[in-house]
C-alpha cells in the first residue's frame, strides 16, 4: 500500500477558504475505503477531523462543522477538504489516512490561517 499524497495547502487570511486534495492509490480506493483528514497543530497530538465512509456518508469533528466539506471523486481515487471561514486556530499540517487507521503517513500539506 501506497501513502496516500496530500497537496493544497497555503497562506490565508482569517475567513478564507483553502482546498485540499488527497490522491489515492487504487488499493487505497475511496469508493472501497473509508478516508479521514487528520490535522496537526504545533505542539498539539494529530486529530481527525473529517471522514468519508465508503458507503459515502461524513462525518465532522465538531470544530470544523459547517466550515468543512469532504467530497470524494473515485474514479480518481480523490478525496478533497474544502476548508471555508478559516481561522488561525486551523492552522496545522493536514493529512488523510484510511480508517481503521492506517497506512503509512504522508507528508501532509500546511495549512496557515493569519489573522
Known amino acids: 500500500q501506497v501513502h496516500p499524497r496530500e497537496s493544497g495547502g497555503g497562506l490565508v487570511e482569517a475567513g478564507g477558504s483553502l482546498r485540499l486534495s488527497c490522491a489515492a492509490s487504487?488499493?487505497?480506493?475511496?469508493?472501497?475505503?473509508?478516508i479521514a483528514w487528520f490535522r496537526q497543530a504545533p505542539g498539539k497530538q494529530r486529530e481527525m477531523v473529517a471522514t468519508?465512509?465508503?458507503?459515502?456518508?461524513?462525518n465532522y469533528a465538531d470544530s470544523v462543522k459547517g466550515r468543512f466539506s469532504v467530497t470524494r471523486d473515485t474514479a480518481k481515487n480523490m478525496v478533497f477538504l474544502q476548508m471555508n471561514d478559516l481561522q488561525p486556530e486551523d492552522t496545522a499540517v493536514y493529512y488523510c489516512?484510511?480508517?481503521?487507521?492506517?497506512?503509512?503517513w504522508g507528508q501532509g500539506t500546511q495549512g496557515t490561517v493569519s489573522s
Open positions: 489516512n484510511t480508517l481503521p487507521c492506517c497506512v503509512d
Open positions: 487504487e488499493s487505497l480506493s475511496p469508493g472501497t475505503n473509508t
Open positions: 468519508i465512509f465508503s458507503h459515502g456518508t461524513t
